[in-house]
């Protein structure tokens, strides 16, 4: 069985602080795909990053950047110098190789405060 | 590319009606769609996995005869709320993916149903 445990329920921050999203997953897959996404007020989901197993390498997106650390079975998201545009809720996910299985942590919601 | 609409964006419909909700991919065949139902403050929880042309999977604890789902096409995928109650307002959320190497899912961006 797949799942996703995202513990932070709500974060909140002042703008331009450094924020870090947990995310730890259980999976029996060898080879699997993690991913984030944003939740924004008007509920539409955005893709932020996928991410597959094989593929150990932190990545870096302007504000964004990830760390996937398969021997502690996380792939956490951090937000250097938040904006108050960031405020959403993300979702970490997991599915298996053929992608059919996707499941979604809890989310955590994010508020960064003027 | 790979953008998927859904319809109506949001419907408040009184207890006892039924609601069709459509997914389209506008841009690309979909050979598998996905509906997922999301309550306030909550997650996305898979409700059915749909191919094209064939029955939908339904995750355990969704009730079939309720949540009727039809892919009729590759490009098009609907489910039909029946005999809606208070209890099933909510976000539904589909997704669907191509079939290529790997399946990813892209989402629509949801319908918000509010069962008076």
């Known amino acids: 069985a797949q799942k996703v445990t995202q513990a932070q329920t709500e974060i909140s921050v002042v703008e331009k602080e450094d924020v870090t999203l947990d995310c730890v997953y259980e999976?029996?897959?060898?080879?699997?795909?993690l991913f984030w996404y944003k939740q924004p007020p008007s509920g539409e989901l955005v893709f932020l990053i996928r991410?597959?197993?094989?593929?150990?390498q932190n990545e870096i997106s302007g504000r964004y950047s990830w760390n996937f650390q398969k021997s502690t079975s996380s792939f956490n998201f951090t937000i250097t110098a938040s904006q108050v545009v960031d405020s959403a809720v993300y979702f970490c996910?997991?599915?298996?190789?053929?992608?059919?299985?996707?499941?979604f942590g809890a989310g955590t919601r994010l508020t960064v405060k003027p | 590319g790979a953008v998927v609409s859904q319809h109506p964006s949001w419907v408040i419909c009184k207890s006892g009606t039924s609601v069709k909700i459509e997914c389209r991919s506008l841009?690309?065949?979909?050979?598998?769609m996905f509906w997922y139902r999301q309550f306030p403050k909550q997650s996305l929880m898979l409700m059915a996995t749909?191919?094209?042309?064939?029955?939908?999977?339904?995750e355990q604890g969704v009730e079939k005869d309720k949540f009727l789902i039809n892919h009729a096409s590759l490009t098009l995928s609907t489910l039909t709320v029946t005999s809606a109650h208070p209890e099933d307002s909510s976000f539904y959320i589909c997704?669907?993916?191509?079939?290529?190497?790997?399946?990813?899912?892209?989402f629509g961006p949801g319908t918000r149903l509010t069962v008076l």
């Open positions: 997704s669907a993916s191509r079939g290529v190497a790997y399946n990813e899912q892209f």
């Open positions: 999976t029996r897959d060898t080879t699997y795909y």
């Open positions: 991410r597959n197993s094989f593929d150990e």
């Open positions: 996910a997991l599915s298996g190789w053929v992608g059919n299985d996707m499941r």
């Open positions: 841009d690309f065949q979909a050979t598998t």
């Open positions: 749909s191919n094209e042309g064939s029955k939908a999977t339904y």
